[in-house]
């Protein structure tokens, strides 16, 4: 270095020891992944870790193996738990342990992936490839990686009320320019992201028509066909249609053949959310209930659900190509093309969605299906559907546990019930039953109510879970749950 080249204090002031602390904080965490299922699933934060972590702004430097400490001590033992076997609350991924170090090979080539040539593009743009050829989608498709579904949801959305915008140009007068008021259909199971996109595109609440379930928490078709005869008849203008491939609540999976056929005989754009549901289509014993998806005009999925990527990781994939454009292409002099060189790429992930600057998450996706290959995944995700059985079969077979609702994918919600007990009754017992479960760290299934009964949901999304760990859980319930009823008597 020349002696007038001066180092910034941004860059380590010794490499060496730079070098050394990630070599730590590789073994560390191998450690920690290692040794996850002893560990609590989830503790409380304690109040001096609360406060150590709302100190002010730092206005000096710290030693980074001082701050890496720090981290150990505050950070790394409270966290959120779905990382570890026995966490199937709400529909949270496991992360796969190769995949974090492709995010961390992500964090220092710090690509931006809006546009431009670079190998960074290329790498998401096979990711696309693959996760088109996963999902059995057309070739002529096209698509990008977003932060979640509920981007997606908007994204997918937006593409719809531009495709259907015959009579108006939406994108230069805006959604009240008084030509169109649209509508939008869904199942009373519907994700409440579907809900927020409706609202953020100007379409609003009220003009998103959540249609009632049957019995299997599918959409009722014969209402979804009465209520678009009505918003026609009162002058309105029905634009998308949304299937479920598996609900948050009780993983339904709605008639997706049927509604496809609805959706073309309607002439509505068909978005199916299938933010964990959708890559059961990997399992060609599921393909069957997920007929249609593939025809869809566009999908959503989380990678970071059930194909366990670390967050964040998700697709939107569109039928036709050139839809997204349509919907987000934007122009800038300091944007524009050049005949050589990084801007003369043809393709920009910024003309199909929202954002200009974007992660390059896709390194993840491609480094972890590299190594395992495709087929692995679809192993864990068979495993999770049939420990979902195995439990399903647990709780069958228990006089104290009630199954309330499950689903041919990876979701199953029961409780603990005993003879004469009160509606309210059972609702507090198995609320105890969560809260001891959850706060002693034994097990992570969330909750839901059903038919006004509060039980315990179990989504399974973990590639770390063996049979063995709902075994655990079926004698912790009915343990805790004894005791409960011991206590009041």
């Known amino acids: 270095m020349s002696p007038h080249e001066a180092t910034t204090p941004l860059e380590p002031a010794d490499w060496d020891e730079f070098r050394a602390l990630g070599k730590r904080i590789i073994d560390d965490m191998a450690d ?65 342990p190769v995949a974090a170090y492709a995010d961390l090979l992500a964090s220092v080539v710090n690509c931006t992936l809006g546009s431009g040539e670079n190998a960074a593009m290329m790498v998401e743009q096979q990711v696309i490839e693959w996760m088109k050829e996963a999902m059995l989608w057309p070739a002529t ?58 609202e953020l595109l100007g379409i609003g609440g009220r003009f998103f028509r959540q249609i009632p379930v049957d019995r299997e928490f599918r959409i009722d078709v014969d209402a979804l066909r009465t209520a678009i005869r009505r918003d026609r008849g009162a002058g309105l203008t029905p634009l998308c249609l949304v299937g479920n491939a598996g609900t948050v609540n009780t993983g339904a999976v709605d008639p997706l053949e049927e509604l496809l056929r609805t959706a073309r005989e309607e002439d509505l754009w068909f978005h199916v959310d299938g933010a964990f549901g959708a890559f059961a289509q990997l399992l060609p014993s599921h393909r069957p209930l997920l007929a249609g998806l593939g025809e869809a005009d566009s999908l959503v999925f989380d990678l970071h659900k059930w194909l366990y990527m670390p967050f964040d990781v998700s697709c939107v994939l569109v039928g036709q190509s050139g839809a997204l454009e349509s919907a987000f292409r934007s122009s800038a002099d300091y944007i524009s093309s050049t005949a050589q060189g990084p801007a003369a790429y043809s393709l920009a992930f ?48 228990c006089d ?75 004698e912790q319930v009915l343990s805790i749950g004894d005791d409960l009823i011991a206590s009041s008597r």
């Open 32 to 96: 920690y992944l290692a040794g996850i299922r002893d560990r609590p699933v989830w503790q409380p934060v304690p109040d001096a870790v609360r406060e150590s972590l709302s100190t002010p702004l730092p206005r000096t430097a710290t030693p980074m193996e001082e701050v890496y400490e720090e981290f150990r001590a505050s950070v790394l033992p409270y966290p959120r738990g779905n990382i570890h076997p026995r966490f199937w609350g709400w529909a949270n991924g496991s992360g796969v």
């Open 141 to 198: 498709g096209s698509g990008i990686l977003t932060s979640g579904a509920s981007m997606g949801q908007v994204i997918a959305l937006a593409a719809a009320r531009e495709a259907k915008s015959a009579t108006a140009d939406i994108r230069s007068l805006g959604a009240g320019d008084g030509t169109s008021r649209f509508t939008v259909y869904g199942s009373t199971e519907t994700h409440h992201s579907v809900e927020k996109a409706v």
């Open 350 to 397: 910024s003309d199909r969605g929202v954002e200009q600057s974007r992660r390059f998450r896709a390194l993840k996706v491609w480094f972890a299906l590299k190594t395992h290959g495709i087929g692995a995944f679809a192993d864990s995700i068979a495993g999770n559907i049939g420990q979902i059985a195995h439990l399903v079969h647990l709780v069958d077979g």
């Open 400 to 474: 104290r546990l009630e199954l309330v609702s499950r689903s041919d994918l990876n979701i199953a919600c029961f409780r603990y019930v005993w003879p004469g007990a009160t509606p309210g009754e059972l609702d507090r017992v198995n609320q105890d039953i969560l809260s001891r479960l959850q706060m002693e760290g034994l097990a992570m299934p969330s909750h839901t109510v059903i038919d006004r009964k509060f039980v315990l949901r179990v989504a399974n999304n973990n590639h770390r879970s063996a049979a063995s760990d709902f075994d655990f859980l079926v």
